[in-house]
């Protein structure tokens, strides 16, 4: 199996911020990766699909980079409803994979 | 507009088989391209990928739960139903179902999930 591996595991920070959430595959998965945002009490949200194709309808300030074993989502300007849990989820074998999760939380 | 909707008993027993439908509109299982996957999240943990069905019927699972799990479609019913066996207490946990997206470029097959169903929250116990 692929494990993924997701840092921090919690986070704080201030509206306005900027913050970065790494994720790392135990395999080289190409650009199988995709980010999800979880509130709770929510359905959980695509924020970005194939490493860094923002999900139509998704703000700009949200992006994904990388390619292999290493990806990074990041949110510039954070914004309230930023705050939540974000996954990664890898989708390289046909079997899908998911991060331990990063919370994001106001500091 | 695509929307998901999971159904199934909120508590069982611990032997017993689980039965959870998604109820989905606003697509068709049978355009390629398209499936509809079982996803969980115990409390305090990760999210979990149970199974995936795909347009043509094929299916895929997650390894360690493979020999438990059974994925179906309906669609002329436009619903996809999961089964799990031998339900224990470490199985409780909220059941999400999904829309899975499948595109082909070049050597390249990507798979994403969304949007995702409010889940159901399914409790194991005696």
């Known amino acids: 199996d692929i494990q993924m591996t997701q840092s921090p595991s919690s986070l704080s920070a201030s509206v306005g911020d900027r913050v970065t959430v790494t994720c790392r595959a135990s395999?080289?998965?190409?650009?199988?990766l995709s980010w999800y945002q979880h509130s709770p009490g929510k359905a959980p949200k695509l924020l970005i699909y194939?490493?860094?194709r923002l999900q139509s309808g998704v703000p700009s300030r949200f992006s994904g980079s990388g390619f292999g074993t290493d990806f990074t989502l990041t949110i510039n300007s954070l914004q309230p409803e930023d705050f939540a849990t974000f996954f990664c989820?890898?989708?390289?074998?046909?079997?899908?994979?998911f991060g331990q999760g990063t919370k994001l939380e106001i500091k | 507009q695509i929307t998901l909707k999971e159904s199934g008993p909120t508590l069982v027993k611990p032997t017993q088989t689980l039965t959870l439908t998604c109820s989905f509109s606003?697509?068709?299982?049978?355009?390629?391209?398209?499936?509809v996957a079982w996803i969980r999240q115990a409390p305090g943990k990760a999210l979990e990928w149970l199974a995936l069905?795909?347009?043509?019927?094929?299916?895929t699972y997650t390894p360690s739960l493979n020999s438990r799990l059974a994925i179906s479609k309906d669609t002329s019913k436009n619903q996809v139903v999961l089964t799990m066996t031998n339900m224990d207490p470490v199985d409780t946990a909220t059941y999400f179902c999904?829309?899975?997206?499948?595109?082909?470029?070049?050597?390249?097959?990507?798979?994403?999930?969304?949007?995702w169903g409010q889940g159901t929250r399914v409790t194991v116990s005696s």
């Open positions: 999904a829309h899975a997206s499948v595109i082909i470029e070049g050597l390249y097959i990507y798979k994403w999930f969304d949007p």
């Open positions: 069905i795909y347009w043509d019927d094929d299916k």
């Open positions: 395999q080289n998965i190409a650009g199988h």
């Open positions: 194939a490493a860094s």
């Open positions: 989820q890898q989708s390289f074998s046909n079997s899908f994979t």
């Open positions: 606003g697509f068709s299982l049978t355009t390629p391209g398209v499936g």
